[in-house]
């Protein structure tokens, strides 16, 4: 029997680890994680494998597992591991691995890495951009160009909040001054290279996900998804990683059409491509374009991620009706051509359950108890995935981040959301739960959103101007 | 007539008693006589408020990383004590001291409890911000956001989006919000059905780019133009709309009619509302302030000239002579509401039925007074027909009131 091992420990994990536990080549899931997270628990009790807790980061403790265990493959979920090159370590051992090299990761750990290759390969859908070493020069630009102008870390941070200073009006620049630097100063102290400040031209419009899966020789497209960034109810409040996800009808979202479809995976693909090129290897694992509709370009990068996105991975991935732990294998090893993905054609939506206190105070979110009526949500036919919960004792504790992810799929987004709904109500804490109700209720609101940046694109293609876009000030010049 | 705001800031480095003045220059349509700002910061509670319109406020130099304004007629909002500040739109049957405080200590009940229609925002000295608007969904409050870093109260949409906020929803009828640096959560306080939607606040008070009580209200108001077509076919040369409430009626019969619609006035000064102004010299020298005609699209035509309400009609009197005086041919005057007869209880600065001429006199002796050439009021059934539904509060028009509270 062939044996795999999973690496990371949220929600995104515990869909995979169930993809893989369900295969039909009857997979044994060993896990690597930083805790014991119940749902990967299961799997890998239910198919003989072994759970083994330690740091995911470390090369060191990696190599050791992998020779504890000799696994047939190996499946990183996360992208810190990435970046700190496990994968490579995967493939100094012999073992195929679904994630890319460490220069692979690039793409999603530097965002100046990654809007350079975009220009440098002319790939659509990319956006103007500066970057800046310190603060000072930085915002002497945003000065320069009051127009719009998003402001980012140019490196990954470990999902720290990153503060978009949206345009106002030119009277309120006092204010915006003052809020600029605070969250430059503070995006400053967590990027450690020299390039510390990357500001983009702002662009407004529906967020969709778009997967790619890739072997470096063919391509595989998944279903599209939302996520909703917001931590509170009605799209307010702080960024998170996600608080949920819609996917589906189909391959498409009710507001993003074939022909849009079709141009978002030809970026991410010829993305993917570019990459190979750029660091002369050849990228294996999951490329995810998260995008945007934008009036400039249509589909538009914002960034990329080189791995699933959590909790996209949990609306996509119950999905796929074929065998996605064989596909993940066929993957790693080189063999996607051989591939087929079949989806469920009805949408699914996922909502993420987190402690109060997510995502601003991580003490105040870890450490609460949480219990949920397991076998009555799954009778009511919603799936749970674990995320940031520990299994210890016979308790769940939650880590501080999001805990538990609730996913239904159902014929129309109304019946979906109702259901996860009423399975939420059966998850109680010691302490108050986030959990936004809003999170596939506004389908029409993004249906109207995307129709007003249709209008313009397709007019800026009617002309020939598609994704040209440009600012000029008195001093600064033209950008 | 009142417009309220709340500005609520998730990561304390943010100062937005800008925020504040600016949303509030957005909701001044909805009253302006007084009006005033409260932000909290690391010490405490601090405030500035003047008998002056937003726009007028001195800017004040405040910091808070939350607050709340108040523009209206009142000169108790913002209400605030060492323990909170309160705004409310509306009328209470309770001392607003004793209110305040039980609002600090179990807002629930506080709400629960209090006899009146109101909507209200309240910020504790704790930071914690609730939002109520009253059951039966007279009074408007909307929720937005502002990017990760922003919660947003406000009357109407105009509140938000002046800051760059972006508008979520509507506050149920009856819901309350509260917002506190780790969440948002709702409840619905009172359930009262049907809900009765202030007909004034929606021909009248509103912006003409909100969305309101479910309602688009350009949409409404080209509407309601259309239905006064149906109701008085009237044989005219040019369709002319009071500045600016009324040009959307206009335009919607126009549309109808094929009548062409014209500009009939420019204005002098900023948009003085002459139904609020509370002293006769005002309401006698605002609507010069207000309206010049333009002599060239008016002279030697019949004009249609249509109004949203007529409440004393002095107004609208000193408006047909300066048409006349311009060598209109003939008036029509069109008013797009139901007639006024009765005072709101609900805060609508309305006066009194004695003050009130559609209360007062016959249509014939009305004519007689406005010298139009004929006058019609937009009937009720077509208000509904318009708007699309009669979950509508027509007090003032019908004196059926749907909550006595006093």
């Known amino acids: 029997m062939k044996k795999v091992l999973l690496v990371g420990d949220g929600a995104r994990e515990n869909a995979l680890a169930e993809a893989l536990g369900s295969s039909e080549e009857g997979y044994v899931v060993y896990s690597l994680s930083s805790y014991r997270n119940p749902g990967i628990n299961e799997v890998v009790g239910k198919t003989g494998g072994r759970y083994f807790i330690g740091d995911i980061n470390s090369v060191e403790e990696v190599r050791r597992v992998i020779k504890e265990v000799n696994p047939d493959f190996g499946v990183i979920g996360p992208e810190d591991p990435l970046f700190h090159g496990i994968a490579d370590e995967f493939r100094k051992e012999g073992i195929p691995v679904v994630g890319p090299n460490s220069e692979g990761a690039m793409i999603e750990k530097s965002k100046v890495w990654m809007r350079e290759l975009m220009w440098k390969y002319s790939i659509p859908g990319r956006l103007r951009f500066k970057y800046f070493n310190t603060i000072e020069e930085a915002a002497k630009f945003i000065l320069e160009y009051g127009g719009s102008v998003a402001v980012k870390p140019a490196e990954q941070v470990g999902g720290k909040g990153v503060k978009v200073v949206a345009d106002i009006q030119a009277y309120l620049s006092d204010e915006k001054r003052r809020a600029i630097t605070t969250s430059v100063g503070s995006i400053a102290n967590l990027v450690k290279g020299d390039v510390k400040i990357l500001i983009e031209e702002k662009v407004d419009g529906p967020e969709y996900t778009l997967h790619v899966l890739t072997d470096g020789k063919s391509y595989l497209p998944l279903p599209l998804a939302q996520d909703n960034k917001n931590a509170y109810e009605d799209g307010i409040g702080p960024e998170t990683g996600g608080m949920g996800a819609i996917s589906g009808p189909g391959y498409l979202l009710p507001f993003i059409d074939q022909e849009e479809f079709t141009r978002s995976y030809e970026i991410v693909k010829i993305t993917a491509e570019a990459i190979e090129r750029e660091v002369k290897q050849s990228y294996i694992g999951i490329l995810s374009g998260q995008m945007m509709l934008t009036s400039i370009w249509g589909p538009t990068i914002i960034e990329y991620y080189a791995r699933f996105g959590d909790p996209e991975a949990s609306a996509i991935i119950p999905r796929i009706k074929s065998d996605f732990g064989k596909i993940l294998e066929l993957l790693a090893t080189g063999h996607l051509s051989r591939a087929k993905v079949e989806v469920d054609e009805r949408p699914s939506v996922v909502k993420a359950i987190a402690p109060l206190g997510y995502p601003l105070d991580k003490n105040k979110a870890s450490n609460h108890r949480i219990w949920l009526d397991l076998p009555k949500i799954r009778e009511m036919g919603c799936k749970v995935y674990f995320g940031s919960v520990a299994l210890e004792g016979n308790s769940l504790l939650t880590k501080g981040s999001r805990a538990v992810e609730i996913v239904a799929i159902e014929d129309d987004y109304g019946r979906a959301v109702e259901k996860v709904d009423k399975c939420f109500s059966l998850i109680s804490s010691d302490t108050k739960l986030l959990f936004r109700h809003d999170i596939g209720r506004t389908i029409d609101q993004q249906i109207e959103k995307a129709q007003i940046v249709r209008y313009s694109y397709k007019r800026r293609e009617a002309r020939g101007i598609l994704g040209i876009s440009a600012d000029w000030s008195p001093n600064g010049g033209l950008w | ?39 909290l910061g690391d010490r405490g509670f601090s405030k500035a408020s003047a008998s002056l319109p937003p726009e007028d406020l001195p800017l004040p130099d405040m910091k808070g990383w939350s607050g709340i304004a108040y523009t209206g007629y009142d000169k108790v909002y913002p209400y605030v004590t060492e323990e909170g500040a309160l705004v ?102 009172k359930d009262s059905r049907p809900h009765k939607y202030c007909s004034i606040d929606i021909l009248y008070q509103s912006r003409i780019d909100s969305h309101v009580f479910n309602l688009d209200i350009y949409d409404i108001r080209v509407k309601v133009g259309e239905q006064l077509y149906e109701e008085k076919k009237v044989d005219g040369d040019v369709v002319i709309g009071v500045p600016d409430t009324a040009i959307p009626y206009a335009i919607g019969y126009s549309r109808r009619s094929g009548i062409p619609f014209s500009l009939g006035f420019t204005r002098t000064g900023s948009t003085i509302r002459t139904m609020l102004a509370s002293d006769d010299f005002i309401k006698v020298i605002g609507v010069q302030l207000k309206l010049n005609p333009i002599k060239s699209a008016v002279r030697g035509k019949r004009v249609i000239l249509i109004d949203d309400s007529m409440v004393t009609g002095r107004t609208l009197k000193n408006t047909v002579f300066s048409l006349r005086s311009l060598g209109a041919k003939e008036v029509h005057v069109l008013i797009a509401s139901p007639k006024i007869v009765a005072r709101c209880p609900y805060g609508i600065p309305i006066p009194d039925e004695r003050e009130l001429i559609a209360s007062n006199l016959p249509d014939k002796e009305i004519l007689k007074i406005i010298d139009a050439d004929s006058i019609y009021w937009l009937s009720l059934e077509g208000l509904f027909k318009a708007i699309g539904h009669n979950y509508l509060c027509t007090g003032c028009m019908t004196k059926s009131f749907p909550k006595r509270w006093w």
Not at chain 2, 4 to 27: E, M, T
Request: aromatic content about 12%; charged content about 25%; cysteine-free.
């Open chain 2, 88 to 189: 409310i739109d509306g009328v209470i049957k309770a001392d607003i001291g004793e209110f305040s405080r039980e609002l600090y200590r179990d807002p629930e009940r506080a709400i629960g409890e209090a006899e009146g229609v109101f909507s209200l925002i309240f910020l504790s000295k704790d930071g914690v911000m609730v939002g109520y608007r009253d059951e039966l969904g007279i009074k408007p409050l909307e929720i937005g956001g502002f990017g990760f870093d922003l919660a947003i109260l406000s009357s109407e949409a105009s509140g938000i989006a002046v800051v760059g906020g972006e508008l979520k929803r509507e506050i149920e009828p009856g819901e309350m919000v509260y917002i506190d640096t780790y969440s948002i959560s709702y409840k619905r306080l």
């Open chain 2, 1 to 39: 007539m009142t417009g309220i705001l709340g500005v609520y800031a998730f990561d304390k480095v943010w100062n937005v008693s800008k925020f504040l003045y600016y949303g509030l220059i957005g909701l001044q349509h909805r009253g302006y006589s007084y009006s005033g700002i409260s932000t």
